[in-house]
């Protein structure tokens, strides 16, 4: 296994459910690497790969559980 992909599985996988998300913005503020926000300040997955501990607590930041771990 290469080194990429032996980083890559020690990185938990995020998704936005789209119709739950109301634009609070704490994912970006979460996880600044991964989550930019559009002009209307919902997020676009810049990645979805990102540390395990930051993952979890961006879900469990996330007020309208748009956010969730893959």
Do not use: Q
Request: proline share 7%; with cysteine.
């Amino acid at each position: 296994m290469s080194n990429a992909r032996a980083v890559e599985s020690e990185l938990a996988r995020i998704g936005i459910d789209r119709v739950l998300c109301t634009g609070h913005g704490i994912c970006a503020r979460t996880l600044p690497e991964a989550v930019a926000l559009d002009e209307w300040g919902y997020p676009i997955l810049a990645t979805d790969a990102v540390p395990p501990a930051d993952a979890k607590l961006a879900v469990k930041l996330c007020p309208a559980r748009a956010l969730f771990l893959r």
